[in-house]
């Protein structure tokens, strides 16, 4: 009896339906501690960002008369300034709340994180695989012009563009994130293409593709429905590395004076950006450090977390590692 049981349990076990690939990258993804944390990191500032009206303490536009450059209530530095536990990391050179203006420039660099990515990612996704799927002359023009865009230092074409076009009418949109997104995406997606047409290249000969070519399916169902679900994990590890090179470019151009403009205005939802309050604060930065340290942590930890999330997320998504613990 005991081996008859034995044997229906080994049974119900070879016929019992599987992980999905998603459910096990899933899985090998939480067991991995540090993109858990860079996760919990990127969370909590995309909450931070959605809700910094609740979150700030202070009014981030207020000017507080006869409070410049207060240091934080836990900090004595050189000056006998004296401090106010109103303000947890002290004020500007206006008397401004320096930790409410930090939560308000999240906002920024959230945004900037993920509204050019996703630009960056259907551009490149769709010009790497007409490019591998079609081949030929259509395959070696698009493969050009990649190479063309991929030599071009993109630094100076985020400066040219930011100062040539800031009184523009497209320069003036959402103080200036329209053409932030542009110039992010416009010599950005030539990361993605590559890698995209390689995969194509290594899919579209493939056993599953050749059954879907016989039995008449079309290319545009050829490369949406059976080549791209295939090659969504280079994919999604390549946005996980973009964002914050993208925060990154965003902070660099903030910090030389060619970012998006510090706002005014109380109805505007992007007031101001980590790039810009490190420019305002490394003129200050023996009067208050915090007013430089504070963005540029918040900057290295954001990069920090979807560094970890990224690396993460490639070993979970290699299909090397299925079934490993």
Known sequence: MAVRNDNKVAELDVFRPGRSLGAEAWARLLRNKAAVAGLVIISMFAIMAIFAGLVAPENPLQINDGKRFLPPPFFKGSTNIQSDPKFLLGTDSLGRDVLSRVIYGSRVSMVVGFIPTLIILLLGTFIGMVSGY????????????????????????????????????????????????????????????????????????????????????????????????????????????????????????????????????????????????????????????FLLLSPAICVALIVLAFTFLGDGLRDALDPRMRGTQ
Request: net charge neutral; aromatic share 8%.
């Open 134 to 289: 079609a081949g030929g002359r259509l395959d070696n023009v698009l493969m050009r012009l990649t190479d063309v865009i991929y030599a071009f230092p993109d630094l100076l074409f985020f400066i040219i563009v930011m100062v040539a076009l800031r009184e523009s009418f497209i320069g003036r949109l959402m103080n200036g994130l329209v053409l932030l997104f542009a110039a992010l995406a416009i010599v950005n997606w030539v990361g993605v293409a590559r890698l995209i047409r390689g995969q194509v290249l290594s899919l579209k000969q493939k056993e599953f593709v050749e059954a879907a070519r016989c039995i008449g399916a079309t290319d545009s169902r050829i490369m949406f429905r059976h080549i791209l679900p295939n090659s969504l994990g280079p994919l999604i590890v390549s946005a996980a590395f973009t964002m914050p090179g993208l925060i990154i470019t965003e902070a660099i151009l903030g910090y030389l004076g060619v970012g998006l403009p510090p706002s005014t205005d109380p109805t505007d939802i992007f007031i101001t950006s980590w790039g810009a309050l490190m420019l305002d604060g490394q003129s200050a930065i023996n009067a208050q450090p």
